[in-house]
């Protein structure tokens, strides 16, 4: 009996799931699941070793890398025989940050596409927040605080 699949942290839902060649009729499509936009994005967008990579969607690296050369071949595929792509499906979850507030220690989840670390606790309106994620590195944490001050 096989081990069952194990979920792919995705940090980011593409609004764009359907890419098409201009000009030129479609001979046909491929469908690429959303882990594997997400391991093109790591590697090739965003610069991230392997590693890296692997710890953010909380997979092995051998895992990591069968997903992302997958995703690689699909795209070479569509773009030399000129098919398009549709980003849609997989086995993936949605990564969340988890905060707690350090007054009352009051909890709560907001999505990682959101982007920003709330201001304050929903409960008590406590500006007092940190996250408690730990795939999260605090450095993160801190660009996102760093970030909300220079913008106030």
Known sequence: MSRPTKYRCVEFIPEVKFFQPGGVPSP???TMPVEEFEAI?????????QIGCAQRMHVSRATFQRVLESARR???EALVNGKA???????????VLRFR???????????????????ECPRCYSSNVYC?????????????RKK?????
């Open 74 to 76: 699909k795209m070479a």
């Open 148 to 152: 909300r001050r220079l913008s106030e």
């Open 101 to 119: 507030c350090a007054e009352y220690g009051h909890e709560w989840e907001v999505p990682f596409e959101a982007g920003d670390i709330p201001p």
């Open 41 to 49: 994005r790591l590697k090739d967008l965003e610069g991230l070793d």
């Open 85 to 95: 792509i549709h980003v849609q499906g997989g086995n993936f979850r949605l990564a």
């Open 132 to 144: 408690i994620n730990q795939g999260v590195s605090p450095g993160k944490v801190a660009r996102h």
């Open 28 to 30: 046909g499509e491929l």
